[in-house]
């Protein structure tokens, strides 16, 4: 098979996951994803603060995520049969590092039901073989056990703590710093070819 035959078998299936297919944000989903950055249960894992902002500057945000302007990173909502089940972002790659930020949040109505899991192996494979990012990086809240067993799952590993970081229902929580490597990655998942 040609160099040619092989990447168009591999970027035919460059987006979809088991159950979970990625695909460029629509401004349907801006509202969706709106209803869900305001439910506080959500905002809990996503924010230092619980702060409910006008929608308009939340339909901003990811407005401005779903744009895909350059190569620095990507935005895409996640779709399950049919149905919109979350979104997820690897951003500010840049060189010489190329070292990207990951978030992701999946709706509520489809947590714990391996949704996640999914959406990451697929921004995974999309970051480490498209954008040529040589580590990925996120921050999750130490109160997430759900959220740092998902990220362990797909291959990252703990880097270290901020102490006390995040301040919820008058306790000190630490952020938990998480990164996975290209190399880590692909010792998981081989090169395509």
Same mark, same amino acid.
């Given at each position: 098979?040609?160099?040619?035959?092989?990447?168009?078998?591999?970027?035919?299936?460059?987006?979809?996951?088991?159950?979970?297919?990625?695909?460029?944000?629509? !401004?349907? $989903?801006?509202?969706?994803?709106? !209803?869900?950055?305001?439910?506080?249960?959500?905002?809990?894992?996503?924010?230092?603060?619980?702060?409910?902002?006008?929608?308009?500057?939340?339909?901003?945000?990811?407005?401005?995520?779903?744009?895909?302007?350059? $190569?620095?990173?990507?935005?895409?909502?996640?779709?399950?049969?049919?149905?919109?089940?979350?979104?997820? @972002?690897?951003?500010?790659?840049?060189?010489?590092?190329? +070292?990207?930020?990951?978030? +992701?949040?999946?709706?509520?109505?489809?947590?714990?039901?391996?949704?996640?899991? $999914? %959406?990451?192996?697929?921004?995974?494979? %999309?970051?480490?073989?498209?954008?040529?990012?040589?580590?990925?990086?996120?921050?999750?809240?130490?109160? @997430?056990?759900?959220? %740092?067993?998902?990220?362990?799952?797909?291959?990252?590993?703990?880097?270290?703590?901020?102490?006390?970081?995040?301040?919820?229902?008058?306790?000190?929580? !630490? !952020?938990?710093?998480?990164?996975?490597?290209?190399?880590?990655?692909?010792?998981?998942?081989?090169?395509?070819?």
């Amino acid at each position: 098979m040609s160099d040619y035959q092989k990447l168009r078998q591999w970027a035919a299936g460059l987006f979809e996951g088991e159950r979970v297919s990625l695909r460029a944000i629509e !401004d349907q $989903d801006i509202e969706t994803f709106c !209803d869900w950055w305001d439910d506080p249960e959500i905002t809990l894992f996503n924010e230092g603060t619980i702060v409910r902002r006008p929608r308009e500057v939340n339909r901003e945000m990811f407005r401005q995520w779903a744009a895909n302007k350059d $190569d620095s990173g990507f935005a895409y909502a996640a779709e399950a049969a049919g149905q919109l089940v979350g979104q997820v @972002s690897v951003y500010s790659i840049k060189a010489p590092a190329m +070292i990207g930020k990951l978030g +992701i949040v999946v709706g509520p109505q489809f947590q714990d039901r391996g949704y996640g899991t $999914d %959406i990451l192996e697929v921004a995974l494979r %999309i970051a480490f073989t498209e954008y040529a990012c040589r580590k990925l990086e996120l921050l999750v809240f130490s109160y @997430s056990d759900r959220g %740092i067993h998902t990220y362990e799952k797909v291959g990252f590993q703990v880097e270290g703590r901020r102490r006390g970081n995040v301040f919820h229902a008058g306790t000190w929580y !630490d !952020d938990v710093s998480m990164g996975i490597t290209a190399e880590e990655y692909f010792a998981r998942h081989p090169r395509p070819f």
